[in-house]
């Protein structure tokens, strides 16, 4: 594959992505923290405040304003600050390349800024916009155009480990840091939905390039904690064949146990603050099981929350687990199992292969690769 050359300014294309130059983001703090192209760096030519005075003097007196606002509010000690974490981003990644939102003014003058200093950096053609709708064109041509197969499975049968297992997947609940359930958070912060979306497309392009085979995905619902997934994947999800993972319950309550309960536990250990980590544990159980009341009943949250501070002390005098692991075979059995029946009932003419782990990648080694 050819690979643009870096001394000159760049269009948006495949070949640009797949490199992963070290691009300089030079937009606002509030513009990147909405999405931005998988990577980059954020060294703004404008802070927040800047951005908006200087539009709102674009708006009302036109772009000659904007700019001498703009040139105003450089100050000597301003430009210089901004240079030297430019120069510093140069000299560390001397192959990469600048953008703003458009490939305009903002990208030009920082671009200009550097080659009066002595260097000379590239920029991305149209900018963010046009990176943007490089990433969403990807999603959807990729979905129109690529097998995948989807693997399916009731809770906690290992379908994200298989899914790290075959290379050729997208790991959708990577991507989104959520493990697409109630108790399915990560205690860090889920991306942006655009900075989903971006490093999905940019994953997916990695696959395509590399050869025509089919992709595995995990079959998710339409959200993955507050991440909406794309409607062409999802709309090519349900086209495509399914296997099905098989695991045996006792399996799956261990392997519950240790991401919910072991990991929550962990997290809360490694706090500093001075609350007792086994006190908010006990929190953290309940919380959740209070958010999914209205499809577990009344009756059975009361049982389980009532029963979570004992399995709670039982664990943490003991070591025991056998009151953790009655929880989450109620949480399995009386409800994720159900709504996994009725979302298998829907995808019963489309499963291809029924197995075990090892039995699944032996299936895909002979059908998918």
């Given at each position: 594959?050819?690979?643009?050359?870096?001394?000159?300014?760049?269009?948006?294309?495949?070949?640009?992505?797949?490199?992963?130059?070290?691009?300089?983001?030079?937009?606002?703090?509030?513009?990147?923290?909405?999405?931005?192209?998988?990577?980059?760096?954020?060294?703004?030519?404008?802070?927040?405040?800047?951005?908006?005075?200087?539009?709102?003097v674009y708006a009302?007196?036109?772009?000659?304003?904007?700019?001498?606002?703009?040139?105003?509010?450089?100050?000597?000690?301003?430009?210089?600050?901004?240079?030297?974490?430019?120069?510093?981003?140069?000299?560390?990644?001397?192959?990469?390349?600048?953008?703003?939102?458009?490939?305009?003014?903002?990208?030009?003058?920082?671009?200009?800024?550097?080659?009066?200093?002595?260097?000379?950096?590239?920029?991305?053609?149209?900018?963010?916009?046009?990176?943007?709708?490089?990433?969403?064109?990807?999603?959807?041509?990729?979905?129109?155009?690529?097998?995948?197969?989807?693997?399916?499975?009731?809770?906690?049968?290992?379908?994200?480990?298989?899914?790290?297992?075959?290379?050729?997947?997208?790991?959708?609940?990577?991507?989104?840091?959520?493990?697409?359930?109630?108790?399915?958070?990560?205690?860090?912060?889920?991306?942006?939905?655009?900075?989903?979306?971006?490093?999905?497309?940019?994953?997916?392009?990695?696959?395509?390039?590399?050869?025509?085979?089919?992709?595995?995905?995990?079959?998710?619902?339409?959200?993955?904690?507050?991440?909406?997934?794309?409607?062409?994947?999802?709309?090519?999800?349900?086209?495509?064949?399914?296997?099905?993972?098989?695991?045996?319950?006792?399996?799956?309550?261990?392997?519950?146990?240790?991401?919910?309960?072991?990991?929550?536990?962990?997290?809360?250990?490694?706090?500093?603050?001075?609350?007792?980590?086994?006190?908010?544990?006990?929190?953290?159980?309940?919380?959740n099981l209070k958010?999914?009341?209205?499809?577990?009943?009344?009756?059975?949250?009361?049982?389980?929350?009532?029963?979570?501070?004992?399995?709670?002390?039982?664990?943490?005098?003991?070591?025991?687990?056998?009151?953790?692991?009655?929880?989450i075979q109620t949480?399995?059995?009386?409800?994720?199992?159900?709504?996994?029946?009725?979302?298998?009932?829907?995808?019963?003419?489309?499963?291809?292969?029924?197995?075990?782990?090892?039995?699944?990648?032996?299936?895909?080694?002979?059908?998918?690769?």
């Amino acid at each position: 594959m050819e690979f643009p050359n870096v001394s000159e300014d760049v269009d948006v294309s495949d070949a640009l992505l797949l490199a992963k130059p070290a691009f300089m983001d030079v937009r606002a703090p509030v513009e990147f923290q909405r999405g931005a192209v998988p990577g980059a760096v954020n060294l703004p030519i404008l802070n927040d405040a800047q951005r908006d005075e200087i539009g709102t003097v674009y708006a009302e007196a036109g772009q000659d304003a904007a700019i001498a606002r703009g040139l105003e509010l450089a100050t000597p000690s301003v430009r210089e600050a901004r240079l030297a974490r430019w120069r510093e981003h140069v000299d560390t990644h001397p192959d990469g390349y600048l953008y703003c939102f458009r490939g305009g003014l903002r990208s030009r003058t920082t671009q200009q800024w550097l080659r009066e200093s002595g260097v000379h950096y590239p920029l991305v053609r149209g900018g963010y916009k046009a990176l943007r709708s490089h990433f969403l064109h990807t999603i959807e041509t990729l979905s129109a155009s690529t097998a995948l197969i989807v693997v399916s499975g009731a809770t906690g049968s290992g379908k994200t480990e298989l899914i790290h297992a075959w290379p050729r997947s997208l790991d959708l609940e990577g991507r989104a840091n959520h493990r697409g359930s109630a108790f399915g958070g990560t205690f860090s912060p889920q991306p942006s939905q655009i900075d989903f979306e971006n490093q999905l497309a940019l994953d997916w392009m990695t696959l395509a390039a590399e050869r025509d085979a089919p992709v595995v995905v995990e079959s998710e619902s339409q959200l993955i904690g507050r991440m909406f997934v794309p409607q062409a994947l999802q709309d090519a999800m349900q086209r495509a064949q399914t296997v099905q993972l098989d695991a045996p319950l006792g399996e799956r309550i261990a392997r519950l146990r240790a991401d919910y309960v072991d990991h929550a536990l962990g997290h809360f250990r490694a706090q500093p603050e001075a609350d007792d980590p086994w006190t908010r544990l006990t929190t953290h159980v309940v919380d959740n099981l209070k958010r999914i009341q209205r499809r577990l009943g009344g009756e059975t949250t009361s049982r389980l929350v009532a029963a979570t501070p004992h399995a709670v002390a039982a664990l943490r005098r003991d070591g025991d687990t056998q009151g953790f692991d009655a929880i989450i075979q109620t949480l399995l059995v009386d409800y994720y199992d159900k709504l996994y029946q009725h979302k298998a009932d829907i995808r019963a003419e489309s499963v291809v292969f029924t197995g075990g782990h090892d039995e699944v990648l032996g299936w895909l080694a002979d059908n998918a690769a």
